[in-house]
């Protein structure tokens, strides 16, 4: 397996996340790179052909098992594609991705830091293209996501299971060293003596939390809600405006069952990067809340603002007041220092910092 590698010609590929403006962009522009595309292209062309040839000499349309048999079979070919490849990258690619991330962390040594992610998925994407492990130079989206797979892959194993192999050793110890470079640094330094940002919190608008993730839970609905209509409208094989109206109303219900959960469970749980949590204990620390409310409500202003610029749900903010955020500092800590548990232990690279915010 070749692992020295360098970029080709000289040219630096750029990330997905420099390219497109979403994951879903990049994931359908990923797809159409991918071997077996136009076979399933192909297969979702002829698949309403083949169903409607069969309906018509059957006459069976008006059964909802037919029905139901129709649309399932309809999701499976649709998501077959997708599928395969999302398999494939959770359950390959990190192992073989394992021997190059070591390999680039001890090679950074004691110059390796958070930001240098980004450069090492760069390395990583073109590694898998030209070793033909991927279809394209777009597998992985961003740093953060190869920090995932070292975590997986490298650090925790060892945490739990210490090898032996020196260089693994070493990279974890280099792991580790580079968030306290970050924790004694002047962008840290800069973030938590910032002043106050002039932003509100929004419990000055929405006054309760469900109120706000319903809205936002709303929004995400009303981006899918023409794709239900459709499919009912098709399944009825008929357009009328009560009937129109009729699947707006049930297909947005429908939607805002899992909208709102997911919504509010996406922004309770988004704060999970070492390196944002590690921002939150510095925060803490320097500001001093206590138990004062107000005073967590200049933590949260200050949490939002700085993970909005990182890109952190642009849309909206994370922590909804002061209170939330507490408890979500404590949650951390309390998983952080799990009872001397390192296996259960979700940030051992910050059980230090964890101990100085306890006992500050």
């Not at 292209?41 to 000499?57: D, E, G, Q, Y």
């Not at 996501?145 to 925790?156: A, D, H, M, S």
């Not at 996406?266 to 070492?274: D, E, M, N, Q």
């Amino acid at each position: 397996m070749i692992l020295d590698l360098g970029f080709r010609g000289g040219k630096v590929p750029q990330l997905p996340v420099e390219l497109f403006s979403s994951k879903l962009s990049w994931k359908l522009h990923d797809l159409a790179k991918a071997k077996k595309y136009y076979v399933w292209l192909f297969a979702l062309a002829i698949f309403p052909v083949v169903t409607l040839s069969i309906l018509k000499k059957t006459g069976t349309w008006s059964s909802w098992i037919t029905k139901f048999v129709v649309l399932l079979s309809a999701e499976i070919v649709l998501a077959s594609l997708p599928f395969a490849c999302q398999f494939k990258k959770l359950n390959r690619i990190p192992k073989l991705l394992r021997p190059l991330l070591i390999k680039e962390v001890v090679e950074l040594g004691l110059d390796f830091r958070h930001e240098n992610w980004n450069m090492i998925a760069k390395r990583a994407n073109e590694f898998l293209l030209q070793e033909g492990f991927w279809h394209s130079e777009l597998c992985i989206y961003d740093g953060e996501e190869c920090l995932r797979y070292f975590r997986g892959q490298v650090y925790l194993p060892y945490v739990n299971v210490p090898s032996e192999s020196r260089e693994e050793q070493l990279a974890a110890r280099i792991y580790e060293k580079s968030y306290e470079d970050y924790w004694n640094s002047q962008k840290l330094a800069k973030i938590t003596t910032a002043e106050e940002p002039c932003q509100n919190l929004p419990k000055d608008t929405y006054h309760f939390s469900f109120v706000y993730d319903l809205v936002y839970g709303g929004k995400k609905a009303l981006k899918y809600l023409p794709v239900v209509v459709l499919t009912y409208l098709l399944l009825n094989f008929k357009i009328s405006p009560k009937l129109i109206v009729t699947a707006s109303v049930i297909g947005f219900l429908q939607l805002m069952c899992f909208s709102y959960p997911l919504t509010r469970q996406g922004r309770k749980t988004v704060l999970s990067r070492p390196v944002h949590v590690l921002t939150l204990m510095k925060l803490k620390l320097h500001l001093e809340p206590g138990e004062s409310a107000s005073e967590w409500d200049k933590v949260a202003k200050k949490m939002n603002t700085y993970l909005n610029e990182e890109g952190i749900l642009r849309d909206r903010t994370v922590f909804f007041d002061g209170r939330e955020c507490h408890e979500k500092f404590k949650s951390l800590l309390a998983s952080i220092l799990a009872d001397g548990d390192i296996k259960r232990n979700m940030y051992p690279e910050l059980i230090r910092f964890a101990i100085e915010c306890k006992t500050a």
